[in-house]
Nanobody, 120 residues
């Protein structure tokens, strides 16, 4: 079983920054698609960014130019750098992995989630 361990959440004022981490067991980054999701109370789950097997991210319009993904293959860690945070970014954030050949068909592995709270 692949395990994803998240860290880096917290509270920040609007305009601030946070970096989330997703540490994966096994050879994740060389073979799996990855993604960051978020879900706020009363709202549907939203795809924040899809991370393709080549390491490039496809971002939701709501976070483009503010959020950036990066990865450390040696440590098997995927990062989400969040800048210029807004109150509407407040949500529980999750990382996920898809082992299949068709990226995004099924997110089989999930991190435990980490809360991000942005105050005005």
């Amino acid at each position: 079983q692949v395990q994803l361990a998240q860290s880096g959440g917290g509270s920040v004022q609007a305009g601030g920054s946070l970096r989330l981490s997703c540490a994966a067991s096994g050879p994740i980054f060389s073979s799996y698609c990855m993604a960051w999701f978020r879900q706020a109370p009363g709202k549907e789950r939203e795809t924040v960014v899809l991370v393709n097997r080549d390491g490039r991210g496809t971002y939701a319009d709501s976070v483009k130019d503010r959020f950036t993904i990066s990865r450390d293959n040696a440590k098997n860690i995927l990062y989400l750098e969040m800048n210029s945070l807004k109150p509407e970014d407040t949500a529980m954030y999750y990382c996920a992995a898809d082992p299949g050949v068709w990226c995004g068909t099924k997110w089989s592995y999930w991190g435990q989630g980490t809360q991000v709270t942005v105050s005005s």
